[in-house]
């Protein structure tokens, strides 16, 4: 299984427009952050999680040409922005298959009405297939097992996913033991980790390695980052040995 790191920033992204911030203005490649999204592969097999505003040039950067389906994690509009960006996709393949909690396709109608329509459909909009995630209910992608993990994003409801070995968690700020327990034995774990400071519903940084600690998984990566983190490459000597900053373009190879 393949993890590429499709955008791993926070909301604004970095840098935020018109900021002046050091990170901002950074010349490391890997403080620049889209928003948060991950491209998953194996076998014959690819998924997104989540397309938030950047997705279509998260998908010409990753020279991505198809995919079978995408997976929402909440219906924020810096996981959902770019809906309407699957188009390229939808004129080649038909209808996209579709992955979410019954309230975020709720809100997605509402959002991109023309792509959910039913009748009367502009010719030129894209097509879905919709497929409700149910909490503690497991389904199968391609010969692969995926499990919802459920949190809170302050008081919204998110769901996290864990493939096999690999779970991807982000705009975390609470998780049940019983959701938690869903995730012991992994090789990578990605989770949110937001700032320095603490958030009313997100990670900050010691947040974030509390729950490592507690998962116990090999490998664990951290994502939404936003400026107030600090440097990539000052962080980085602060993690432990096992945990590590995403970034942009980063992938990882989950055996």
């Given amino acids: 299984m393949t993890v590429t790191f499709l955008g791993t920033g926070t909301s604004q992204g970095i840098p935020i427009i018109g900021s002046n911030h050091p990170v901002c203005l950074s010349d490391d490649f890997r403080d620049k952050r889209l928003r948060v999204s991950v491209l998953i592969s194996w076998e014959n097999a690819t998924y997104v999680i989540d397309c938030g505003p950047d997705f279509r040039q998260q998908m010409l ?18 996981h959902t922005a770019g809906l309407d960006d699957i188009r390229p ?11 979410a909690h019954k309230r975020v396709f709720g809100e997605l109608e509402r959002r991109f009405d023309y792509i959910f329509a039913t009748e009367n459909k ?47 968690l982000t705009d975390v700020k ?5 959701e938690r327990a869903k995730l012991k034995g992994l090789k990578v774990l990605v989770i949110n980790a937001l700032r320095i400071q603490e958030h009313i519903s997100h990670f900050s940084l010691q947040e974030a390695l509390e729950f490592i600690e507690d998962i116990q998984p090999e490998k664990a990566y951290l994502t939404h980052i936003s400026h107030l983190l600090g440097f990539h490459a000052e962080v980085s000597k602060t993690l432990p040995e096992n945990v590590f900053l995403a970034y942009d373009t980063l992938t990882i190879n989950v055996i």
């Fill in 89 to 99: 996709f939808y004129f080649r393949q038909g209808d996209i298959d579709t992955y």
């Fill in 174 to 178: 609470t998780i049940e033991p019983a």
């Fill in 122 to 168: 502009y010719p030129g909009a894209p097509g879905v297939i919709k497929h409700e995630v149910v909490n503690h209910e497991s389904f199968n992608l391609k010969g692969v097992t995926i499990t919802p993990i459920n949190a809170f994003h302050y008081k919204l409801q998110v769901f996290g996913y864990r493939f096999s070995d690999f779970a991807y």
């Fill in 61 to 78: 950067r990753a020279n991505c040409s198809y995919i079978d389906g995408i997976l929402f994690t909440h219906e924020h509009a810096d």
